[in-house]
């Protein structure tokens, strides 16, 4: 298995709190990514990083921010949680973009929003 | 995005094998076909990918329509841990290494 963690694997909080999301990889792995899985939407991405500093927007960044100070760590955070925002994220790492690299995901972290 | 459509659901006795289908008619030269799995409460887990030819792996076989506008994931002998929601997912040349995920396929494995 490839060497991911995130955490905290569950989190209940309240609305306008800050929450930061941690993703950890072992593999060293210049991608990563982060993707929220609602039900009815499958996984959507909000985010991802192509090396240290360097990050982009995906389908569904609003409300989302991100930072990579080291390979092996890419944060979420959310600024001032809402209820939509209640979820379960996975993080995923890849060593490069390119269409035929694989992706490998964490366990993911539920969040409750409340 | 390209768009994938896939059946939501499909049944399948334990021991027996199992093709799941999967659409993709917009498919340009370039774009590879990748086949997820999430199991229940697990992230999503890479099954097999192709671009042209069939493909074999430890997991499964993918085999790719002659005009690539469709693909069948095929799990030879069908467990009770194949349940899972199943993937087809087209990996665009252009888009820097996201996976655009649809509603899937759950697949149910009967004993």
């Known amino acids: 298995d490839a060497g991911i963690t995130q955490s905290p694997r569950h989190k209940v909080t309240e609305t306008g709190t800050p929450v930061t999301l941690r993703c950890h990889q072992t593999?060293?792995?210049?991608?990563m990514y982060w993707y929220r899985q609602d039900p009815g939407h499958g996984l959507r991405l909000i985010h991802y990083?192509?090396?240290?500093?360097?990050?982009d927007k995906g389908e569904v960044s609003d409300g989302y921010s991100v930072s990579r100070s080291k390979t092996e760590d890419f944060l979420l955070t959310l600024e001032s949680a809402t209820s939509s925002q209640t979820s379960v994220y996975f993080c995923?790492?890849?060593?490069?973009?390119?269409?035929?690299?694989?992706?490998?995901f964490g366990p993911g972290t539920r969040l409750t929003v409340l | 995005d390209a768009k994938t459509t896939q059946p939501n659901s499909m049944e399948s006795n334990e021991e027996e094998p199992v093709h799941l289908p999967c659409n993709h008619s917009?498919?340009?030269?370039?774009?590879?076909i990748h086949w997820y799995r999430q199991l229940p409460s697990q992230g999503p887990e890479y099954v097999i990918h192709?671009?042209?030819s069939n493909v074999n792996n430890r997991m499964a076989s993918l085999a790719i329509a002659e005009d690539r506008k469709s693909s069948t994931l095929i799990l030879h002998r069908a467990t009770l841990r194949d349940a899972a929601v199943y993937y087809c997912?087209?990996?665009?040349?252009?888009?820097?290494?996201?996976?655009?995920f649809g509603q899937g396929t759950t697949l149910q494995v009967k004993p």
């Open positions: 192709g671009l042209t």
């Open positions: 593999e060293n792995h210049r991608y």
């Open positions: 995923a790492i890849s060593e490069s973009g390119v269409p035929a690299d694989t992706q490998y």
């Open positions: 990083s192509y090396g240290v500093k360097d990050t």
């Open positions: 917009t498919i340009s030269g370039t774009d590879y």
């Open positions: 997912i087209l990996r665009l040349s252009s888009n820097t290494g996201k996976l655009i």
